[in-house]
């Protein structure tokens, strides 16, 4: 079994803005192992959401190769991938968190936990899975809550268990304590160490430095470039 | 939770907005419900009142019948006659089955302000009104007969043996019809001898009724009747009721119309509502595709909310039709220029059906678009999207 999740090479985003270019990131060339823990630093508008979004699928890039590795030891290149195909992929493999938590107010934590099960093909899971979910992020006792009955930090932990419920290969988080006080924040960054223990790879985009700094590795962008690259093997 | 569950509370979150939505799509299937309901029921009173008319063609003198029939109605004397001796040139003519002598006056209570009718007939006629039973008595037994519709019978207080006065004669009841359900529940039957004596009109007819061998060869026939004789007016029924259809059917044509614009105006309702909230939705429907959710899966989505509104307001309509239906029926014959009696609005299981299956399409139509502008929409850019 490889211990390889992600490849990527020479990785560029360019957006267009009229007649002007930019470049989101920049020939990002890289590799990420199973089981990685990964904060992405740097100033705003670095790349580090660009980055993620790269990562999770939900963008393209303009040029470059991605490649991931899947458990059975199969190579994908994701940059070649149809877009009904790249769906399916993202459900099975990519957790995403978010700032804004996203949540849907008119349903209960539990329900929105569920969301990402009701598409089709949505992956098959034991009954009552998502409240075991909810119970491991420590919100057990707030099931039958609507997001507004609810603090940031426990919408944050809703959006977490979400993340989760398809049992994905990968947690991409983008700046998710942006709108969480310190404590708060503390317990999302927790969250994150324990999912990882369990084997989980999290890739976290942050500007907290200090809770950035409880990951293994840590990568700074740049105008879309790489500039340090520490901590990984 | 699954899919369905998911699009209604999706649209619960909006209650007034889904609510009014939902009663524009009933209104325009409770129109359309009554419509079709009431055309079904408007083609089967109309071919019920003329099989009950029993005759194919009526001959009647030269000059309109319509006037004449008002005059009867309103107590005046008839303008032209038939003469009797025509009835056995008909007669010969081909592919004419049965006649019958027609005669009818009628005498005005000047103190009572009130008008009878009298209708001269023989025993030919019984044959046309094959429909007809007698409650009580029989059909003629002398020349000095009566037999009366049960409207007559209850409002004069006349029963089997009792003696009616017209024309300055006596006449003895010999028979009671039951109810008809037309207007011949109104009407006084005599001999047709008699009848024209009194009036002073022997030898004479104000119509012959004619049924034929073969229904398609009905003008054929006409044809040839109008040929026998050349002071005599030759009306098939077929003339008289497609006349009536005909304008029946324009003004159907503009309620049609109508019920269309209604329907539109609700479908294109629905989908600005549904465009509306898709719209309002960008941020979410990006993060539904970023945890997963396929292109087809929020089409779906989408497309389960409009159904649902199109759907529920079918129902709703439907149900709006069926509980007002009288007071849209009295609606309806106001506007009809010509409507036959009984119950017109007809609401059967297939009118339902066809109901519901309109506003079903119409929630499928005016769900795609919203639909597809919703699942093609970008993750991130849906994300960005303050
Ligand atoms: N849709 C877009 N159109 C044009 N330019 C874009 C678009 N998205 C990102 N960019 C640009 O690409 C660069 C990288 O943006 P990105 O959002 O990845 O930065 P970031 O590191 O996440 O910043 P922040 O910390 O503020 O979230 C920025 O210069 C940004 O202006
Ligand atoms: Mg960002």
């Known amino acids: 079994m490889t211990k390889e999740l992600f490849t990527l090479e020479g990785i560029t985003r360019i957006y267009k803005r009229g007649n002007e270019e930019i470049k989101g990131v920049d020939g990002l060339t890289l590799k990420i192992d199973k089981g990685e823990y990964i904060s992405i630093l740097g100033p705003s508008g670095a790349g580090k959401t660009t980055f993620l979004n790269m990562l999770g699928c939900i963008d393209s890039p303009t040029s470059g190769k991605l490649i991931f590795y899947p458990d059975n030891g199969e190579m994908i290149e994701l940059t070649r991938m149809k877009e009904n195909k790249l769906d399916e992929f993202r459900r099975e493999n990519i957790g995403f968190v978010f700032a804004d938590f996203f949540l849907l107010h008119s349903l209960t934590a539990t329900e929105n936990v569920e969301l990402p099960l009701i598409f089709s093909s949505g992956k098959k899971v034991e009954d009552g899975y998502s409240k075991k979910v909810l119970e491991m992020v420590g919100l057990g006792h707030r099931l039958t809550h609507k997001p507004l009955q609810l603090s940031g930090g426990e919408m944050q932990r809703v959006a977490v268990a979400r993340s989760m419920v398809n049992q994905p290969k990968v947690l991409l988080a983008d700046e998710p304590t942006a709108n969480l006080d310190t404590g708060n924040s503390e317990v999302i960054f927790n969250l994150f160490e324990e999912l990882n223990s369990m084997g989980m790879t999290v890739v976290v985009a942050t500007h907290a430095e200090e809770l950035a700094k409880r990951a293994r590795r840590i990568i700074f962008l740049q105008d879309g470039k790489i500039v340090e690259d520490k901590g990984g093997k | ?386």
């Open chain 2, 1 to 386: 939770m699954n899919f369905i569950t998911l699009a209604i509370k999706n649209l619960l979150r909006r209650k007034i907005r889904t609510t009014l939505t939902i009663l524009s799509v009933a209104i325009a299937i409770s129109i359309l419900f009554s419509l079709v309901a009431f055309n079904r029921g408007y083609e089967k009173e109309m071919k019920k009142e003329l099989q009950y008319l029993g005759y194919h063609i009526l001959v009647v003198p030269k000059g309109c019948p319509y006037e004449a029939a008002s005059l009867v109605l309103h107590g005046g004397k008839f303008p032209r006659y038939l003469k009797d001796e025509y009835v056995e040139e008909m007669r010969a003519v081909e592919g004419v089955k049965e006649t019958a002598r027609l005669f009818m006056d009628s005498e005005t209570d000047s103190l009572l302000k009130e008008t009878k009718i009298y209708f001269g007939i023989d025993e030919d006629y019984l044959r046309f009104k094959t429909r007809w039973k007698f409650k009580e008595g029989g059909f003629f037994t002398d020349d000095h007969s009566v037999v009366i519709g049960l409207y007559v019978s209850e409002t004069k207080k006349l029963k089997l043996g009792d003696k009616t006065r017209a024309f300055g004669e006596d006449f003895t009841v010999s028979g009671i019809l039951e109810q008809t359900g037309d207007q011949d529940d109104g009407f006084y039957f005599l001999p047709i001898k008699t009848s024209t004596r009194v009036s002073g009109k022997e030898g004479l007819l104000v119509a012959v009724a004619i049924k034929v061998e073969d229904l398609s060869r009905i003008e054929q026939i006409a044809e040839k009747l109008r040929a026998a004789e050349t002071d005599m007016n030759v009306v098939s029924m077929k003339e008289v009721t497609g006349a009536i259809m005909g304008l029946v059917s324009s003004t159907r044509v503009l309620i049609y119309a109508v019920v269309l614009i209604a329907i539109l105006i609700s479908a294109v309702g629905v989908l600005n509502t549904i465009l509306m909230s898709v719209f309002e939705r960008t941020r979410e429907i990006g993060m539904m595709k970023a945890v997963g959710s396929s292109r087809m899966d929020i089409f779906r989505l989408i497309w389960y909310e409009t159904f649902i509104v199109c759907l529920t307001g079918g129902l709703v309509g439907s149900f709006l039709a069926v509980a007002g239906s009288s007071g849209i029926e009295k609606f309806i014959k106001k506007l009809m220029p010509y409507a036959p009696g009984g119950q017109l609005i007809s609401a059967d299981l297939l009118v339902i059906i066809v109901s519901v299956l309109f506003a079903v399409i119409m929630g499928i139509l005016a769900g795609i678009y919203p639909a597809y502008r919703a699942s093609n929409l970008m993750p991130i850019e849906a994300i960005r999207t303050e």
